[in-house]
């Protein structure tokens, strides 16, 4: 494999899957989803189960050395044409010394896998340069908020099913960005999905995940931005009288996301125009800026920046400031109440 200084997970798997083995991958990172991903495809797909009783060993950072890393790397496979070596805790060994000299010169028959989660190698070290000069170096990053529609889009269409815009956002603000979560909750909900009909609708994001398809932070911006009072203040008491629903601390991110674009779509060259509302705030698709067009019909541009002035306050509220005793639902009211009038 040829030098890989920013390598990514979709370029790692399709040599991976075309059989281009690098001699070493460390994998490191926040997101552990896609450092397990990698390791289990090695750990499955590069010997057979026969070559793998002797080819195939797993290690410990926490109760190996760099010394004992490179010994157990050095070995020539036996009756295989890789040996395949997986160090999990990679982040616990304490002196990579030894192993930079290793990933200096390693050895072709051996596939050298290093996990190390929740942290980085330094990249400014000898040993990172090494890795990236003849191998992988790879680190696994958390999606943000406005990635997650997106990968969950990609995943299930992979597994040939479709997810409207709505099904999204909910499973979104129902599990959040633990990607290893998250794929197991969409693979629920494929297997509840019957063969003749692959669309994932709010209703089975219902039935399966547990979050209402009409009570949720969705719904609610909806109701927000359509100024829809009713709508609104029964969602906001649906959330007060049942707390694992919906939790303050998801909603005002969410709202706050809603309205500081609302005010920039303000300046945008043609703010009538949905077609440059999307281009000004970057948006994937034409169609998503529909709810900012509503929202500059509802709202003055002053009375935008007071709603981002008071999800400040109700934020840091919520955080136990200037807060001697009013709790998180009457807080969301409070704040629903100020939003629509």
Known sequence: ??????????????????????????????????????????????????????????????????????????????????????????????????????????????????????????????????IQKNGVLFESKKLGEKELPAFIERYLKQHTATIDTKSTQMIVEAIGADLSRLTSELDKLLIALPENDKNVTPQVVENQIGVSKDFNAFELKAALVNRDVYKANQIIQYFDENPKSGGPFKLVPLLFSYFQNLMMAYYAPNPKSQEDVAGWLELKNVWAAKEYMTGMRNYSGMKVMQIIGKLRETDAKMKGLDNPNTDQGDLMKELIFYILH
């Open 1 to 130: 494999m040829a030098e890989s200084k920013n390598a990514t997970y979709e370029a790692i798997m399709s040599d991976l899957k075309a059989r281009k083995f690098a001699p070493i991958y460390y994998l490191m990172g926040d997101e552990a989803y896609y450092i397990d991903q990698i390791t289990d495809y090695i750990a499955e797909h590069v010997l057979t189960p026969e070559e793998r009783d002797f080819n195939q060993t797993v290690l410990f950072g926490s109760d190996v050395n760099a010394s004992q890393i490179t010994d157990v790397a050095k070995r020539y496979p036996m009756m295989s044409e890789y040996q395949v070596v997986i160090v999990k805790e990679a982040q616990n060994i304490k002196n990579t010394d030894a192993l930079a000299a290793y990933v200096e010169k390693p050895l072709a028959s051996t596939i050298l896998v290093m996990c190390h989660k929740n942290g980085t190698l330094d990249k400014r070290k000898t040993l990172a340069s090494k």
